[in-house]
């Protein structure tokens, strides 16, 4: 083993077949080879191949045949295509949960796509047609969500989570912001919000207790030093039993008595108060505005419906120190968010319920409809399937605990972790949910239009396995 003493040992002897590999040169100048370079480039399949050549000459000395050159490219294209496969893909999400944030959350409707395809080429993105000179990215988009909205001015940034740091930097500085012990909450992933005000440059001042905090806490903090007064929708939890929070109403006039502005972070974006049913719970942009909210900030791809985007909407003063401050640049949403979100509040303002958003359809589906759908899919899939009462989730961080009943297709089958990595492995993949030792497919989450490709996908599934 110790190469260092005398004769090297003698090499093993080489596999006829080494000799008659095909040459790399040789190789990519076949027919499926330029196919593959056209897909992936001449670099990408060249490495490829030599990877896979390395692969097949420890293969030969191991003792196997030498393989035709038409499986040897065949071999590159398929690691290619696997190299490949981690890109952005659509999926069916029969998962139940309508905001799903690992599947993009809020599905876009039909106009706010082709807003989008129309935008990805050159746009007035900033640009003034009627002075033929630069314009405002956000001016347009800001003031459709100001008229949604009900405020006096609004503007736009990327996403919910960059609108609060613009917020809190632009106006608390140096400054403390009060905030309840009880909505120092994490939303997911590394956003926790002692962290996020923290990196603002705000001073977080904490009021009251975890589950009871009232007006005169918050009260009690104001001062010299303070900035500005923030409520935080608790949007992915409940506390229930002995608490209390101080009303939008009540914040608005405790702010209003130190000249501090009353911020509310909603999250979730339900524009309108909701008179009963699942979402009657949820605060709504409309019920924090007129309690004196001096911003609101919400995000665009929840219940709004629209791709990612975060709204800061309320005084015209105050949204005007946000646009100019320097993160206001950083946050800026792209020409494919600001069309789809423009397409999505027009969509708002034409109906109080607007199901032309997918999101909302599916928020707003009447169980009948979708048992009539699941029975119809489990009769097209056959014998492994059936349909059962189930709940769906709003998800994506909005109505914590509220679920709406729904109908799924259920399918049995030995293996369900196998069968539900089958369907994630077609084309496209469909994400199921494993319960209790069965797959579900919960159609709320399902446009309508798909029921015949999943149809198809679970079939294939059930053939194969
Ligand atoms: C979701 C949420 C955010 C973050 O918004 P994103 O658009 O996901 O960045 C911030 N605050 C609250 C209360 C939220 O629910």
Known sequence: MDASQGDAPAAPRPSPDLSRLPRVDLLLQREDALAAIDAYGRGPVTDALRRVLDDVRDELRAGAPLPAPGDIVARVAADLRHARAGRLTRVLNATGVVLHTNLGRAPLSAAAREAAVDAAGYTTLEYDLAEGSRGSRTAHVGALA????????????????????????????????????????????????????AVSGAVMR????????????????????????????????????????????????????????????LGSGLVRTAADGPFAREPSVDAAVAAGADLVILSGDKLLGGPQAGIVAGRADLVRRCTAHPLARAFRIDKLQRAALEATIEAHLRADVPTELPTWAMLTAEPAQLRARAEQVAALVGPAATVEPTRSLVGGGSLPGVELDSW??????????????????????????????????????????????????????????
């Open 146 to 197: 100001a008229e949604l909205c009900g405020t006096e001015a609004a503007t736009v940034v990327n996403n919910g989570a960059a609108a609060l740091v613009l917020v809190l930097a632009a106006l608390s500085t140096g400054r403390e912001a009060l905030v309840s012990r009880g909505e120092l909450i994490e939303i997911g992933g590394s956003y926790r919000l002692p962290d996020v005000m």
């Open 206 to 265: 904490e009021v009251g207790t975890t589950n009871r905090t009232r007006a005169g806490d918050y009260r009690a903090a104001l001062g010299d030093a303070t900035g500005l007064v923030l409520k935080v929708h608790r949007s992915n939890f409940e506390v229930v039993g002995f608490v209390e929070e101080a009303s939008a109403t009540e914040l608005a006039a405790v702010a209003g008595e130190a000249g501090v502005p009353f911020v509310y972070d």
């Open 408 to 465: 799924a297709v259920v399918l049995t089958r030995d293996d369900v972790d196998g069968l539900a990595a089958d369907l994630r492995a077609g084309d496209p993949p469909v994400i199921a949910r494993v319960e209790d030792g069965r797959v579900l497919l919960d159609l709320r989450t399902v446009p309508p239009a798909d029921d015949d490709l999943l149809v198809d996908l679970v079939r294939a599934c059930l053939v194969d396995g």
